[in-house]
Nanobody
Framework: QVQLVESGGGLVQAGGSLRLSCAAS????????MGWFRQALGKEREFVAT????????HYADSVKGRFTISRDNAKNTVYLQMNSLEPEDTAVYYC?????????????????WGQGTQVTVSS
């Protein structure tokens, strides 16, 4: 089992940047595919980005491609989401998640463990 704790959220103006971090407990972090999802008020949780176990493979939602970058440091048991050129539409609670499977997961149903989330608010 793995426990996930997100940090780095906050309030930023449109066009600004934030970097989210997700720290994982346990000694098997490198065996998980990791993902970031977000949920805006009144909307369903949606996929943002995912990264393979060794960091070599990544995939992004079209809405964030070219603006967000997912990365991981297996030595630090941490996955990151660098968010640039933020837009008001990016306002949401951001969650990291861990998947015990082998392949990149684009659906929230692929993921086995979730963090509590961190709020990102982008003002116009």
């Amino acid at each position: 089992q793995v426990q996930l704790v997100e940090s780095g959220g906050g309030l930023v103006q449109a066009g600004g940047s934030l970097r989210l971090s997700c720290a994982a407990s346990g000694r098997t972090f490198s065996s998980y595919v990791m993902g970031w999802f977000r949920q805006a008020l009144g909307k369903e949780r949606e996929f943002v980005a995912t990264i393979g176990r060794n960091g070599g493979d990544t995939h992004y939602a079209d809405s964030v491609k070219g603006r967000f970058t997912i990365s991981r440091d297996n030595a630090k048991n941490t996955v990151y989401l660098q968010m640039n050129s933020l837009e008001p539409e990016d306002t949401a609670v951001y969650y990291c998640a861990a998947d015990r499977g082998l392949w990149l997961g684009l659906s929230r149903h692929n993921y086995d463990y979730w963090g509590q989330g961190t709020q990102v608010t982008v003002s116009s």
